[in-house]
């Protein structure tokens, strides 16, 4: 059974750091490249980061998180890393983890997260 868990969503102030995981299973994690896009409400989800399924190479960043977001991963923990820093409301949203390889693509359920005074 495939599955993607993203976790470490969390309400915090602005200017603060958080760090969300996504835990894969049921498939082979090394295969596949991570991305991390996230929806805030009425709006289109979109493109946070992403990172090639053996971490190596250029990792790729929207341009509203560049320089304060980095996306990383484990293959020996088949997990996937979102490092946030300096979070500003606008980065209020929930953080999707998606797993890609060719035509195949996994999704998690999501995880919340809320910047705010």
């Known amino acids: 059974q495939v599955q993607l868990v993203e976790s470490g969503g969390g309400l915090v102030q602005p200017g603060e750091a958080l760090t969300l995981s996504c835990a894969a299973s049921?498939?082979?994690?090394?295969?596949?490249?991570i991305q991390w896009h996230r929806q805030a409400p009425g709006k289109e989800r979109e493109l946070v980061a992403g990172?090639?399924?053996?971490?190596?190479?250029?990792?790729l960043y929207a341009d509203s998180v560049k320089g304060r977001f980095t996306i990383s991963r484990d293959n020996t923990k088949n997990t996937a890393f979102l490092q946030m820093s300096s979070l500003k409301p606008e980065d209020t949203a929930v953080y999707y983890c998606?797993?890609?390889?060719?035509?195949?693509?996994?999704w998690g359920q999501g995880t919340q997260v809320t910047v705010s005074a």
């Open positions: 990172i090639s399924s053996n971490g190596n190479g250029n990792k």
């Open positions: 049921g498939f082979t994690f090394n295969h596949y490249a």
């Open positions: 998606q797993a890609l390889m060719g035509r195949s693509a996994y």
